[in-house]
Nanobody, 120 residues
Framework: QVRLVESGGGSVQPGGSLRLSCAVS??????MGWHRQSPGKQRELVAG???????AYADSVKGRFIISRGKSENTVYLQMNSLKPEDTAVYYC????????????????WGQGAQVTVSS
């Protein structure tokens, strides 16, 4: 059974940085991504990365967030810089498909979620 285990997250002031990580077990390499969901809103795409390292970002995070793979390619990171209060949400990693410059989650595979709170 495929499992996605997230770590990271927490609370930070506006302008600060956080990093999330997500590891897939058993070891395998997939297209992967991050979505987020805040109260009362639908889950939305944040970023995705293909097995070849191609990336896609939501317009709201371009230039601030970076998705990358670790040396162990079953791990994906989301480096979040210049955080804003509107970035506050639960962040979920996923397995999916990278195609034509975008990322589509396979809704059967989600991490447990990591709370990110940006507040002064």
């Amino acid at each position: 059974q495929v499992r996605l285990v997230e770590s990271g997250g927490g609370s930070v002031q506006p302008g600060g940085s956080l990093r999330l990580s997500c590891a897939v077990s058993p070891f395998s390499v997939y297209d992967m991504g991050w979505h987020r969901q805040s109260p009362g809103k639908q889950r939305e795409l944040v970023a995705g990365i293909s097995t070849e390292g191609n990336t896609a970002y939501a317009d709201s995070v371009k230039g601030r967030f970076i998705i990358s793979r670790g040396k162990s390619e079953n791990t994906v990171y989301l480096q979040m810089n210049s955080l804003k209060p509107e970035d506050t949400a639960v962040y979920y990693c996923s397995i999916g498909t990278y195609a034509e410059g975008s990322y589509y989650a396979n809704h059967a595979y989600w991490g447990q979620g990591a709370q990110v709170t940006v507040s002064s």
